[in-house]
């Protein structure tokens, strides 16, 4: 779309004749409108931090102007404007539900949903480097390395960082499910509101993500597991109006957590366990020896992850503990996306089966959360 109509009041189409003194004529053909017109390619190229000298070279190279048979000047001119309506647009983006509350420009519903769902957008490939990060000075000075890495602009990578930080500050005072606090604030899909409910939570709980094992995984493999987190473990699981309900995971759990350690230290239950599975796998899988011999050691990978949730460092380095403490093991064992899900649903299950173990509430709890967090994050 060509020529942005700034927010001026009328709304007709006139040809009006100038005429000078040696009665000389001019027509001019002009609309006044009061729609604020935008292209979206234009608001494109503006979000992810292009010049203004850019997004017309983009413009003229994808046709626009033998489409509009338009000089090089009115493109120019044209995307000079709609940048500045961007800009001017800009601060009501901030506060999303301002944009439906002001006079100043006549946005449709629709057309507002699709400005404020784009602003709040984010490449995955810059979020990936900052998930798990403080939302501070210190990790915004790091954005000209990670503009750099990621191939994202600087000013792009601002904007988001700056999205980032304001949705973290506004949610963190509320109480109620962070998705649904996040979703009715800004005004976003549900879709995007749970992928910010995730960096939210990362932030928060400082997760590790940057370490070399974990480059495979990618920002919606950590949004998933973030989600199972939330829905789970934390204090708003149990109740969902309560401060910092989906931000915090519930410490009372964690405590309970340790009672799972009578799984390894018992060896009496840990023999049991391991017969209970290893006859529900026989004959079903090409990894059973594998399985056979690494059973203890891969039980006791997963419940001494489960003991140390209550030490801050040991919840920041939970992912890096399933990747080696589990997920790389298995992998070495050639073990098939299959075998993992076969192992683990009769992993998990057959320890209601134990005649002394009586944790099997906070066990179901904990092992629900594992198993598809493994399973998401079992792949090359």
Request: aromatic share 10%; charged share 30%; hydrophobic share 40%.
């Amino acid at each position: 779309m060509l020529g942005l109509i700034p927010p001026i009041h009328c709304g007709w189409l006139t040809s009006l004749c100038l005429r000078g003194r040696k009665h000389m004529a001019v027509e001019l053909d002009v609309f006044v409108g009061n729609t604020t017109i935008m292209d979206e390619e234009v608001y494109q190229l503006w979000l992810d931090g292009h010049t203004v000298n850019d997004a017309v070279k983009v413009r003229m190279e994808g046709g626009v102007l033998e489409e509009f048979e338009a000089s090089a000047d009115v493109l120019l001119s044209d995307t000079m404007d709609q940048y500045r309506t961007f800009q001017m647009c800009e601060r009501l983006l901030h506060s999303p539900a301002k944009l439906a509350n002001q006079l100043l420009f006549q946005i449709p519903p629709h057309r507002q949903a699709i400005l404020i769902e784009r602003y709040y957008a984010f490449d995955d490939a810059f979020v990936r480097e900052v998930l798990g990060k403080k939302l501070s000075k210190g990790t915004k000075k790091d954005l000209d390395d990670i503009s750099a890495k990621t191939s994202v602009t600087l000013k792009s990578c601002r904007r988001q960082f700056d999205n980032f930080k304001r949705v973290f500050k506004v949610v963190e005072e509320l109480k109620g499910p962070l998705v649904e606090n996040i979703r009715q604030h800004f005004l976003l899909s549900d879709k995007l509101a749970r992928d910010y409910a995730a960096i939210v939570f990362f932030a928060n709980n400082r997760f590790e993500t940057g370490k070399r094992k974990l480059q495979y995984l990618t920002f919606q493999d950590f949004a998933f597991c973030a989600g199972l987190l939330i829905n789970n473990w934390t204090v708003g699981a149990v109740d969902n109006m309560v401060e910092d309900m989906d931000v915090d995971l519930d410490k009372e759990f964690l405590q309970e957590l340790k009672e799972l350690k009578i799984l390894i230290t018992d060896k009496d239950l840990l023999d049991q366990h391991k017969s209970l599975v290893c006859t529900a796998l026989r004959g079903k899988t090409k990894a059973f020896n594998e399985m056979e011999a690494n059973f203890k050691n891969l039980s006791r990978g997963l419940v001494n992850i489960a003991a140390k949730l209550t030490n801050t460092k040991d919840v920041r380095d939970f992912f890096i503990d399933l990747v080696e403490k589990f997920i790389e093991p298995c992998r070495s064992d050639r073990w098939t996306a299959a075998d993992m899900r076969l192992y683990l649903t009769h992993y998990t299950n057959s320890a209601h089966i134990l005649d002394t173990f009586k944790h099997q509430v906070v066990w179901d709890r904990y092992m629900g959360v594992i198993k598809s967090c493994i399973f998401k994050m079992y792949h090359d």
